[in-house]
């Protein structure tokens, strides 16, 4: 047969997952990137150009879709409208999902006992994430995170792990989506302007329902700000999750031990909600040494039945964040709604001290709720019934546990290592739950400083009858 009348190929865009493999392989430029995007897939397939073309078929051999590019000869009536053949009939039994088989489970090993170890806090957070069966960190180097991607990148190789050292933020975020579209445990460390720089991938995370743990260890701000704590990036992890209708939990520690614990939460909570979880801490707890107990059992992770993975079981998943119709994408907001009223309803956390007859109420997380216990324990040797209501999630905030102390309370004082987000968010909650706030005081420092014990002290003490 002469190159002539060889056939040539033709394109079945709605299996062109525009890979562009087929561009590299023609030795004649007959094609090119695709400009327009598929509605039935989202995806943008190639286009063809023949007049070129020899029929030499490389192209169809590089494809790695079986129904993606096809020869003319294949097509059943050239002249007639076309009619797909049967796939099982052309390329034996289409991969279809195995429902029965569902989500490969995890799998938990016991771990044997052995002493506290003595870690701080970013190092406690890498190995919590690997006892969670993370073997997967993609992160761009800040201070003060840079210790726990460091170590990671130590252990990793040895675990036959990946720690990718990413050109920016942007590139580690986008590299989380993938390996979390994988159904891999992931994440990154970071700090608070690099958190900035990855909030676009963890809008497409979140849209494309592709869980991974951010631990933020947040730093001064504005801009570069400094190297030193803060707790103002609460109205970016709480509000401010890149575009459109974003929520993710937000856990926040408050020492190393728990630095180690919600990390191990937080991989479960990403894969259970399939949705980003952001590890909240400051930079003062990352450095923070403290003794950590390491728990009974570690993880060996499983594989979910919607995760992108190379074989015919997961053959035919696809993640996306997009949805072009506006009824497509109503409906994935509404069920987006529905799974963060599922979040709201299942996953508030609040570590009450000294609440239940609480008349004045210290609101405070990370480093600077343990000042606020200290003052907590002096105002009630003073005769003032303080109490400390120290927020695990941020989101969801606990406001059911807060309205249930909240009618023997007089006054609340937030203590802050920031401008006033946690007030903010505070404010919030109270206010969507129509609960009417009594006098609200505070103590904020920012800049790096942390509220003082003696400073909590002074604003609980100040407007209350002390016993002498
Ligand atoms: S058949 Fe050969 S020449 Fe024609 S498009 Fe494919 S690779 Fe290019
Ligand atoms: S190789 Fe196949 S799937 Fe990839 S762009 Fe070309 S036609 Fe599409």
């Given at each position: 047969?002469?190159?002539?009348?060889?056939?040539?190929?033709?394109?079945?865009?709605?299996?062109?997952?525009?890979?562009?493999?087929?561009?590299?392989?023609?030795?004649?430029?007959?094609?090119?990137?695709?400009?327009?995007?598929?509605?039935?897939?989202?995806?943008?397939?190639?286009?063809?150009?023949?007049?070129?073309?020899?029929?030499?078929?490389?192209?169809?051999?590089?494809?790695?879709?079986?129904?993606?590019?096809?020869?003319?000869?294949?097509?059943?009536?050239?002249?007639?409208?076309?009619?797909?053949?049967?796939?099982?009939?052309?390329?034996?039994?289409?991969?279809?999902?195995?429902?029965?088989?569902?989500?490969?489970?995890?799998?938990?090993?016991?771990?044997?006992?052995?002493?506290?170890?003595?870690?701080?806090?970013?190092?406690?957070?890498?190995?919590?994430?690997?006892?969670?069966?993370?073997?997967?960190?993609?992160?761009?180097?800040?201070?003060?995170?840079?210790?726990?991607?460091?170590?990671?990148?130590?252990?990793?190789?040895?675990?036959?792990?990946?720690?990718?050292?990413?050109?920016?933020?942007?590139?580690?975020?986008?590299?989380?989506?993938?390996?979390?579209?994988?159904?891999?445990?992931?994440?990154?460390?970071?700090?608070?302007?690099?958190?900035?720089?990855?909030?676009?991938?963890?809008?497409?995370?979140?849209?494309?329902?592709?869980?991974?743990?951010?631990?933020?260890?947040?730093?001064?701000?504005?801009?570069?700000?400094?190297?030193?704590?803060?707790?103002?990036?609460?109205?970016?992890?709480?509000?401010?999750?890149?575009?459109?209708?974003?929520?993710?939990?937000?856990?926040?520690?408050?020492?190393?031990?728990?630095?180690?614990?919600?990390?191990?939460?937080?991989?479960?909570?990403?894969?259970?909600?399939?949705?980003?979880?952001?590890?909240?801490?400051?930079?003062?707890?990352?450095?923070?040494?403290?003794?950590?107990?390491?728990?009974?059992?570690?993880?060996?992770?499983?594989?979910?039945?919607?995760?992108?993975?190379?074989?015919?079981?997961?053959?035919?998943?696809?993640?996306?964040?997009?949805?072009?119709?506006?009824?497509?994408?109503?409906?994935?907001?509404?069920?987006?709604?529905?799974?963060?009223?599922?979040?709201?309803?299942?996953?508030?956390?609040?570590?009450?001290?000294?609440?239940?007859?609480?008349?004045?109420?210290?609101?405070?997380?990370?480093?600077?709720?343990?000042?606020?216990?200290?003052?907590?324990?002096?105002?009630?040797?003073?005769?003032?019934?303080?109490?400390?209501?120290?927020?695990?999630?941020?989101?969801?905030?606990?406001?059911?546990?807060?309205?249930?102390?909240?009618?023997?309370?007089?006054?609340?004082?937030?203590?802050?290592?920031?401008?006033?987000?946690?007030?903010?968010?505070?404010?919030?909650?109270?206010?969507?739950?129509?609960?009417?706030?009594?006098?609200?005081?505070?103590?904020?420092?920012?800049?790096?400083?942390?509220?003082?014990?003696?400073e909590i002290l002074a604003t609980l003490l100040a407007r209350e009858e002390v016993l002498s």
């Open positions: 047969m002469s190159a002539s009348v060889r056939p040539k190929p033709y394109l079945e865009p709605q299996y062109c997952k525009g890979c562009l493999r087929c561009i590299e392989a023609c030795p004649r430029d007959c094609i090119t990137p695709g400009s327009a995007i598929n509605p039935a897939t989202g995806l943008v397939p190639v286009e063809l150009h023949l007049e070129n073309c020899n029929g030499c078929t490389l192209c169809l051999q590089a494809c790695p879709e079986p129904y993606g590019l096809r020869l003319e000869t294949d097509r059943a009536g050239l002249e007639g409208e076309f009619v797909l053949e049967d796939p099982a009939k052309l390329f034996g039994e289409k991969c279809v999902p195995n429902h029965s088989e569902g989500d490969l489970p995890d799998d938990r090993r016991a771990l044997p006992d052995c002493e506290p170890l003595v870690l701080k806090g970013t190092y406690a957070t890498a190995i919590g994430a690997l006892l969670a069966g993370c073997r997967h960190v993609f992160g761009y180097p800040i201070t003060p995170s840079t210790e726990g991607a460091e170590l990671m990148a130590r252990i990793l190789p040895k675990l036959n792990g990946h720690f990718v050292h990413a050109v920016s933020e942007v590139a580690a975020v986008n590299m989380m989506y993938g390996a979390g579209g994988a159904g891999l445990p992931c994440m990154t460390f970071t700090s608070s302007p690099g958190f900035s720089l990855m909030l676009e991938g963890v809008s497409y995370m979140i849209g494309a329902e592709v869980p991974g743990v951010f631990v933020n260890m947040m730093r001064g701000g504005p801009g570069l700000g400094n190297i030193a704590p803060e707790q103002t990036d609460i109205k970016l992890a709480c509000r401010g999750l890149g575009h459109g209708n974003t929520h993710a939990i937000v856990l926040t520690p408050s020492t190393p031990q728990e630095m180690l614990d919600l990390a191990i939460d937080a991989f479960a909570l990403a894969f259970r909600y399939r949705n980003p979880v952001i590890l909240l801490g400051d930079g003062y707890l990352g450095q923070m040494t403290g003794k950590v107990r390491l728990p009974a059992s570690m993880i060996r992770p499983g594989l979910p039945a919607w995760a992108v993975w190379g074989d015919r079981a997961h053959r035919h998943n696809l993640i996306s964040s997009i949805a072009l119709a506006e009824a497509d994408l109503e409906d994935h907001n509404e069920h987006l709604n529905r799974k963060y009223a599922a979040i709201t309803a299942c996953e508030q956390r609040v570590d009450c001290y000294r609440c239940r007859d609480a008349e004045v109420l210290v609101v405070a997380c990370n480093t600077p709720a343990r000042m606020a216990k200290g003052a907590v324990e002096t105002a009630r040797e003073n005769g003032v019934k303080a109490g400390l209501f120290r927020p695990i999630t941020l989101w969801p905030f606990p406001i059911d546990a807060l309205a249930e102390i909240m009618p023997g309370v007089r006054r609340i004082v937030v203590v802050e290592a920031g401008p006033g987000q946690l007030e903010d968010e505070l404010r919030l909650a109270l206010s969507h739950a129509n609960i009417a706030p009594p006098p609200i005081d505070h103590v904020r420092r920012c800049g790096g400083n942390l509220p003082a014990q003696d």
